[in-house]
């Protein structure tokens, strides 16, 4: 394997399951990425990661075109790729797999730093507004704003923010850092949306070095040449890796000669990375799929109109970057976040064998995937493929019907499904909300979450879901809850009968919830916060309505 | 570019700190193995298991220290490792040296230890009931509080909480020793004391200081972790050098950090107040209980700052306060910015509150009229001069409009039912020096090179507070040279001996003062050269951006040419400097005496707004008025002010440290431990500097800035509480640092934590 560290090509001698961190520090010697927490917590350890990625799949009509084209010729993988893009992302590399590099441009501060005249206007805002002060922290502020540069469609204050939003400071009080970053907002105002024209502005402004354009013009030639990515065969032996942001928290010096298998190199389930249709009732999203990238698919956004308002919810731009849907999951921590969502949404999850990979597979609904404190129906020889969201179908001729009739959950089916089984109606509009309770409202594990939606079937609320997490071994879904707002008129409700329907559905809510005492909270906090949280979805859902006049808190 | 920024190098990422420094290829890794009870009786240490990973492994325990096995100082209870008994859950029990730093931590986890569980204590007010005192108490009285209670019309008493914080210098503690020719001993090490880490291993060493070379290049940040606290790993450090007689580099991993070091004092507080009718304070009380932790450390000085700092800016003619440092089983807590002040300023503002409820008074109302004036006697005798608390109060009120931002919030709180505004006001009088008076002190060390260009040394410690570049700009103005000429030099004991610490904010203030006096003899020695040469008379010489002036006229003569002369004459072009801080003095007896050179004083005004549903609440704005003196760098105070700000943010918000009952640190990661992000911070912060004015005891009538605005921070907690009360009016108030959404939660709730 081979990767692009800053200009030269490097072939590392270390594992591929070791850290990047300790490759970029220890192999190569680049002091400049910092060693802060080893958790993801800090930033100061960021790195660029740059590649060449097929173009997002873009909305839902179109994916289903390119996936119809795709399965008449099933024996080519990777056809239909379509356009690439360029991407140059900030990742932490204290969590990031080696072998994640394979291919890959890495930009570390001293990449930066080599750009003509050796300082980039991202590090002459710092030195004008004396944004660094011990200086422990600057090269991973450096590395975040020069990716949102690269990679962001909000060139303002907000997406500057965002940008640094998994980036710790203990000097500063980050006033000099914010006054830097207004600086950076008047500077690149006029960057282009091309993402190919951007980078080339952007080395011609010192920001990125030159080695980016000589990194596109060769990784573009990889891909033209059709080349297969080599990809390893699926052993049972191995540890499967998805972003490593749970993994390398738990391990943070792995044995040396760790070599886990990595889900962003299994070509052979490139569709591990991908969001794809299944006709019209399935969205099918790859387990491999970043956190980053399931909140820019256009096709999720279509199917859950304004799940994206969630994301910074979830960890720092950093680790989104890097932490993947199925890593997510997999976890099984009660508290996580995107497991929640996808519970509230009513996914399920399909799970392959690693054995036998070309066949065998199954299906089951994410609810039941959890059978005990980080405990999942996954036999040791499986693993996550894809996890599946219903497709929302307001207005469509959709009609799903049974094609399967076995009960929900824990059924093994075998390499054929066909979509739309016992989710009861999925017409009419999707009403979807997340909410959830920690100590800081950026990058921290919450004390509780809670995702629920429904539909509005004429003027009736169907197919309610309400997830909860925090409040006992296994992420819950509140069937209590739920079912009594089940079927309950919503159109056209006064705010005093919505309110009701609140109070009703919250105090269910904290009777089903069976939370602990920890660090993050006490029983008696989380089971409190889940009924006001359920609170919070009615007004998100409902404040047009006035239902703020009604609610008690 | 300017050649004392420092932060070029940051930015561009070639700024070394210990971690990043070249190893020589023979360099051993140290880790160690901490414990894991909170006090427990070592029975046997078997090595074997780990010496089995590799035949680098060198395993040392307590019997392995050749000197004196004690760093303590003020009090000897601060072993390097302990020979039978550890004292808390994350104490270093032994050390680990390995060819890699992963090899020496898995021969580290590998020793199996065969121990006793002992009993112990994490709360101070049991160990306080207990009688177990890490030194005796100590009480300041003045006036008659008790007769002076009586004739209050209002009397409030209660209780008061402050949790411990942990300092996140985001550079973790390390140490490199190496042994040099004739057994000297040579470390890095990243502290704010080098003279201090000298001292330490000097002693656990068994040699002389002179046999010690200690350096701190810069530092990854310290907030007060690295004063007392970075000699244990230093000390270990140079002890595995010592016994391997190979290069040793001892570097925490986080967690390890976060385990093994102390933090910010845990107080408990009872207070007592009371005022006449029209809300004249008349008398205060308190009592604190200080969790010391197991050993001294800096305690004593910490609580004397407690006690010094009791009636925040306000005059109360009566009181008697208390502090008690009790011993538990828990880390050493230790230096934190702010050093036991913010703690006390707390517990007033707590007292003060409580009597406003009482009185059902506007809490400013009652601020307003009780603070400092100028020529007020404090409490411990000194008078108070150049006060600016009334006048930094006014001015915040005018700068935010505070009759208008009342309506406006009222307005707000009437019109919204699920979200609520507080504000509220927060003076800060702080004193400068170190309460222990023979700490202010400071040397430096200049010389000028035959070319013109000049060295600093001094014992001030880079920790990005950038002191080097204050002194830069000191040293510049005195020679009037262009900042440029001159580098200030990390320090070294081998340059600058015996210094302090570089803490109590008064890092530019001493070693300023030093280097100035330095500049001012080379500067003399230059000037009757320069003399000789223009044939005038001294007085008649000054230097001026590089160039020399006679009778206020340039002349031909440069700075570089006249270096070269003077060398050329046989004068000297290096001195050394000396300052202590005059005027100083404290009898404990009375406990009377004027401990501060001077105060530094400023309000702040914080605005927050709670999401009543979600029970959590937003910094909406901020706005701090600060009296920092003439500053010698406008950008630096800022980055300070607000540096400082928002640690107290993080102190009274957020920063949920947190012991078990059984002693282990339950916040033992980042990913538990929060601490302000920049959208934590205020949507809107406005810092206004007050116009200087003389202050003769600091550099060019600058003022110190460091630690006082860190006080600030408590504004929000009162703020907080005053949205809470629009909320549930009839909601009981636990004076309760740090006010997390749990706690906003059990307020909303009526619910006992
Ligand atoms: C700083 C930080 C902040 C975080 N904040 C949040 C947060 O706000 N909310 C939240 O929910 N989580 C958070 N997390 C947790 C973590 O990032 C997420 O759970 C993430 O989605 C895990 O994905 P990953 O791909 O990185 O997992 P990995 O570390 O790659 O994998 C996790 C586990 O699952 C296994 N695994 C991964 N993918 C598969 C698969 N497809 N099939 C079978 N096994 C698999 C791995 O073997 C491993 O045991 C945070 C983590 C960090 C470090
Ligand atoms: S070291 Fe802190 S995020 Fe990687
Ligand atoms: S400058 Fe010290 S941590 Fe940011």
Redesign the pocket.
């Known amino acids: 394997m081979k990767v692009l560290v800053n200009n030269a090509w490097v072939s590392p001698k270390s594992s591929n399951g070791m850290p990047a961190l300790d490759f970029i520090r220890l192999e190569l010697g680049l002091k400049g990425t910092k060693e802060g927490c080893r ?3 800090c930033g100061a350890c960021a790195v660029l990661l740059g590649e060449l990625v097929p173009a997002s799949s873009g909305s839902w009509a179109q994916i289903d075109e390119r996936d119809r084209r795709r399965n008449s010729d099933a024996t080519v993988v990777d056809k239909g790729r379509g356009e690439l893009v360029p991407r140059y992302r900030a990742v932490p590399s204290c ?1 990031l797999a080696l072998g994640d590099l394979a291919g890959k441009h890495l930009i570390t501060i001293e990449g930066l730093a080599s750009v003509p005249g050796g300082l980039s206007p991202v590090m002459k805002a710092f030195l004008e507004e004396n944004a660094s002060q011990c200086g422990f922290c600057s090269p991973g502020f450096i590395i975040s704003l020069s990716a949102w540069l690269a990679e962001s469609d909000n060139l303002d204050m907000a997406g500057a923010l965002k940008a640094v939003d ?1 980036n710790l400071c203990r000097c500063t009080g980050y006033g000099a850092i914010r006054r830097a970053a207004e600086r950076l907002v008047k500077e690149f105002a006029d960057l282009p949306h091309d993402r190919m024209t951007r980078l080339q502005r952007l080395v011609e402004r010192a920001v990125l070095p030159a080695s980016v354009l000589s990194y596109l013009d060769y990784a573009g030639t990889q891909f033209k040449e059709e080349k297969k990515p080599a990809h390893e065969s699926l052993t049972a032996t191995k ?11 738990r391990n943070p010096e792995p044995e040396e000669g760790f070599s ?1 298998l990595l ?1 962003s190199t299994v070509g052979a389930y490139s569709g ?1 990375t991908r969001v794809d249709a299944e006709g019209r009732s399935w969205l099918r999203l790859g ?2 799929l970043r ?1 980053t990238d399931f909140f820019a698919s256009q096709a999720v956004r279509e199917n859950v109109p304004g799940i994206e308002k969630f994301e910074t ?4 731009t950093l ?1 989104r970057n ?7 999951i ?2 099984a ?1 009660p ?5 929640a969502m996808l519970l509230g949404l009513g996914a399920w999850v399909e799970l392959r064998s690693l054995s036998e990979t070309e066949r065998g597979f199954r299906r089951q609904s994410l609810d039941s995937f959890f059978i005990g404190y980080k405990q999942t129906a ?1 036999k040791s020889d ?4 894809a996890i599946l969201l219903p497709a929302s179908n307001e207005g469509s001729d959709f009609s799903g019907s049974g094609a399967y009739d076995g009960e929900q959950g824990g059924v093994s089916l075998s390499g054929h499904f066909e979509g739309g089984i016992g989710f009861g109606a999925r017409g009419g509009k999707l009403f979807f909300s997340f909410e959830k309770a920690a100590k800081r409202d950026k ?4 004390a509780v979450n809670t995702a629920m939606s429904f539909r509005m079937d004429d003027a009736f609320a169907r197919s309610v879901r309400i997830s909860a997490g925090g409040v006992a071994e296994i992420p819950l879904l509140l069937s209590k809850a739920a079912m009594a707002m089940e079927g309950s008129q919503i159109k056209g409700a006064k705010p005093k009968d919505l309110a009701k329907l609140c109070q009703t559905v919250k105090n269910l809510a904290e009777e089903e919830v069976r939370p602990i005492d920890d660090v993050r909270g006490s029983a008696a906090y989380r089971r409190s916060m889940i009924g006001r949280l359920v609170q919070a979805h009615f007004l998100r859902f409902f404040a047009r309505e006035g239902i703020a006049e009604e609610l008690e808190p | 570019m300017k050649t004392i920024d420092e932060s070029l190098g940051h930015l561009r990422g070639e700024t070394r700190y210990i971690d990043d420094l070249p190893e020589p290829k023979d360099c051993l890794h140290a880790a160690v193995r901490l414990s894991e009870s909170a006090r427990g009786r070592i029975r046997s240490i078997d090595t074997s298991s780990a010496l089995a990973l590799g035949s680098s492994v060198i395993v040392l325990k307590a019997g392995d220290v050749p000197g004196e096995n004690q760093i303590g100082f003020t009090k000897a209870d601060e072993p390097v490792l302990p020979e039978k008994e550890w004292e808390y859950w994350g104490q270093p029990i032994a050390l680990v040296l390995a060819e890699t730093r992963q090899l020496a931590r898995k021969a580290a986890a590998a020793l199996v230890i065969d121990w006793e569980e002992l009993p112990a204590r994490t709360d101070p007010r049991a160990a306080a009931a207990a009688g177990d005192f890490i030194l005796p108490s100590r009480t300041i009285v003045w006036g008659d509080a008790e007769k002076a209670f009586e004739d209050c019309a209002f009397v409030v008493s209660g209780r008061a909480d402050s949790g411990g914080q942990e300092h996140v210098y985001l550079e973790t503690q390390g140490a490199y020793a190496e042994l040099r020719d004739n057994g000297t001993l040579f470390v890095i090490s990243s502290t704010q004391s080098p003279t201090g880490i000298q001292r330490a291993v000097a002693q656990s060493q068994g040699l002389p200081m002179n046999k010690v070379e200690v350096e701190a290049h810069r530092l990854g940040g310290a907030f007060g972790g690295k004063e007392d606290q970075a000699a244990l790993w230093a000390s270990l450090a140079a002890l595995g050098a010592r016994v391997s007689k190979r290069p040793v580099k001892l570097y925490l991993d986080r967690k390890t950090d976060l385990r093994a070091t102390g933090k910010r004092h845990p107080y408990s507080s009872d207070f007592k107040i009371g005022a006449d009718k029209e809300g004249h304070i008349l008398a205060f009380k308190a009592e604190y209980f200080q969790n010391s932790g197991f050993s001294c450390d800096l305690s004593p000085a910490i609580l004397a700052r407690t006690l010094l700092h009791a009636t925040g800016a306000y005059r109360v003619p009566n009181g008697k306060v208390v502090g008690h440092m009790c011993r538990t089983n828990l880390p050493s807590f230790t230096a934190f910015r702010g050093f036991g002040a913010p703690q006390a300023f707390f517990v007033f503002e707590a007292a003060l509150d409580a009597l406003a409820q009482a009185m059902d008074l506007p809490r400013e109302k009652l601020q307003r009229k009780n603070l400092y004036r100028e020529g007020d006697p404090s409490y411990y005798g000194m008078p108070m001069k150049s006060v600016r608390a009334e006048e930094s109060f006014d001015r915040v009120m005018d700068l935010v409009g505070w009759d208008k931002l009342k309506a406006e919030i009222d307005d707000f709180n009437t019109s919204h039912r699920l979200e609520k505004k507080g504000a509220a006001l927060l003076p800060v009088s702080f004193g400068i020096s170190f309460t222990k008076l023979p700490m202010n002190q400071a040397g430096a060390l200049i010389h000028v090179y035959q070319d013109g260009s000049v060295l600093v040394s001094t014992g001030a410690i880079e920790m990005g507070q950038q002191v080097s570049r204050k002194i830069g700009v000191i040293v510049a103005r005195i020679l009037g040279i262009p900042l440029e000429w001159i580098r200030v030099e990390r320090t070294s004991t081998l340059t600058v001996a015996n210094t302090v610490p570089t803490a109590a904010s008064t890092g530019s203030d001493l070693n300023g003062m030093a280097a100035k006096a330095a500049c001012e003899e080379i500067l003399g020695r230059l000037k009757a050269k320069a003399a000789e040469s223009l044939s005038c008379k001294a007085e008649a010489i000054t230097i001026d951006q590089g160039k020399v002036v006679k009778n206020g006229r340039t002349t031909a003569l440069e700075w570089k040419e006249l270096v070269e002369e003077a060398h050329t004459a046989r004068i000297d072009l290096s001195a050394h400097g000396f300052y202590a801080t005059p005027g100083l003095f404290y009898d404990m007896k009375t406990e009377r005496g004027t401990p501060f050179a001077y105060h530094v004083y400023g309000t702040a005004c914080i605005v927050v707004r709670l999401d009543v549903l979600r029970a959590r609440c937003k910094l909406e704005a901020a706005y701090i008025v600060h009296d920092s003196g003439n500053s010698l760098d406008q950008k630096v105070d800022l980055g300070q002010i607000e540096g400082a700000f928002a640690q107290g943010l993080g102190w009274t918000l957020l920063e949920d440290l947190r012991f078990g009952a059984d002693g282990r640190l339950l916040s033992d990661s980042l ?1 538990t431990y929060k601490l302000p992000d920049i959208s934590f911070m205020p949507e809107k912060l406005v810092v206004d500097i007050l116009p200087g004015r003389d202050n003769p005891v600091a550099p060019f009538n600058s003022k110190a800035v460091g630690e006082p605005p860190l006080q600030y921070g408590i504004a929000a907690y009162f703020a907080l509480l005053q949205a809470l009360r629009a909320a549930k009016p009839e909601g009981e108030t636990r004076y309760d640092i740090p006010f997390i959404p749990e706690k906003i939660e059990a307020f909303l709730k009526g619910r006992a934590l």
Request: hydrophobic share 50%; net charge negative; aromatic share 8%.
């Open positions: 958790e993801g917590d969590l998994g540890a499967i890796l998805g972003g490593g942001t749970d993994f390398y928290v886990p889900l591990i387990a491999g956190i919810q979830f960890a720092s680790v890097l932490a993947t849907l199925g890593g997510n997999v976890n921590s508290v996580a976040d995107m497991t996954l499986e693993f996550v493929a990058l921290d594990i919450a | 990913s």
